[in-house]
């Protein structure tokens, strides 16, 4: 992976988990939205995978890390009771 592709990712993620914590109503700083919309994207891709969904593009990495981050996010307040 060269630093062109990390830094899209990074991006892509900041964007997902910023995009998250607004539908959420959560809290938090850009590094924690890029840590959200890294590990969303994971969870989104599982999630529309076993659904039979596939995204293409920049903008469907987004949607579907926003996704993933959204069901990150309701998944932890379940666990931590926030």
Known sequence: ????SILI???????AGWL???IMNSK????R?????IIGGF??????????????GYLGIVIQ????????IFVCRLLLGK
């Not at 938090?28 to 590094?31: D, F, K, V």
């Not at 939205?33 to 919309?37: C, D, E, P, R, V």
């Open 1 to 4: 992976m060269d630093i062109v």
């Open 9 to 15: 990712s990074l991006g892509l993620g900041a964007i």
């Open 20 to 22: 998250a914590g607004f």
């Open 28 to 31: 938090g700083s850009l590094l």
């Open 33 to 37: 939205n890029i840590i959200i919309g």
């Open 43 to 56: 969870l989104g891709s599982y999630i529309f995978n076993l659904l039979g969904i596939s995204f293409a």
């Open 65 to 72: 890390s926003m996704v993933g981050a959204c069901v990150l």
